[in-house]
């Protein structure tokens, strides 16, 4: 008889294979958090030097619809330690409250000079920035008729550890209402930008968003 592909060899055991056994059975992960929007990170990443600049899909490009803006922040430990050489990736809806997603069925007007999506690393300081298009607000549950009100997604990662993040915008009409916001109750107002006089012509607003892992004063993450 012929043999197909290769015969695996069973040698003696170490008898160490039950220690290596979960005791417990295991768990699926909940559908909501395998079926999210949330970009897949790469084991190694290597950010293109554009990717900051999410007004426009490439260096040269028309600008995407809507109102540039900068988002500024410093990424620190709970001891107020900066924290340097962590990747940030950045998403948002565009100016209609669209995702560049497959999942995103609201029918919203995709905008082809905005993709929605980028990277930054933070630098020696913990510093970080990058520009995008101020998103729209959308309808996130059109059958019981709840807003999401303006959000930017944020991602941080750092050695084996990933934490996820939104940072609101100050006086929008559905903060108050949405389920996150009311999840974080006082700590709401460290998710919400800092507006600033941006001395850069190129884009219309600023905005702040110091970040915190850990600690007291931690940013919520999801
Ligand atoms: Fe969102």
Not at 10 to 20: C, E, K, V
Not at 88 to 95: G, V
Request: proline share 7%; net charge negative; no cysteine.
């Amino acid at each position: 008889m012929t043999q197909f592909g290769r015969q695996l060899g069973i040698g003696p055991t170490d008898n160490t294979s039950d220690q290596r056994t979960p005791r417990k059975p295991l768990r699926l992960i909940p559908s909501v958090a395998r079926e999210s929007f949330v970009p897949v990170v790469p084991a190694r990443y290597v950010i293109r030097t554009h990717e900051w600049d999410m007004t426009r899909i490439a260096p040269g490009r028309p600008r995407g619809d809507g109102t540039p803006i900068e988002v500024t922040g410093t990424l620190r430990n709970e001891n107020g330690t900066p924290i340097r050489d962590a990747l940030i990736e950045i998403w948002n809806a565009n100016h209609h409250g669209r995702y560049r997603h497959v999942e995103d069925a609201s029918g919203l007007q995709l905008d082809e000079n905005f993709f929605g999506m980028g990277r930054v690393v933070t630098d020696e300081d913990g510093n970080y920035r990058f520009w995008t298009i101020s998103p729209g607000a959308y309808l996130a549950r059109p059958d019981i008729g709840r807003w999401r009100p303006k959000h930017i997604h944020l991602s941080i990662s750092g050695g084996s550890a990933r934490l996820i993040t939104q940072m609101y915008f100050p006086n929008e009409p559905n903060n108050a209402s949405d389920p996150m916001a009311i999840l974080m109750g006082d700590g709401f107002e460290n998710n919400i930008g800092k507006t600033y006089e941006t001395s850069d012509l190129d884009v219309d607003e600023g905005y702040r968003f110091d970040i915190v892992v850990g600690g007291r004063n931690a940013t919520f993450f999801e």
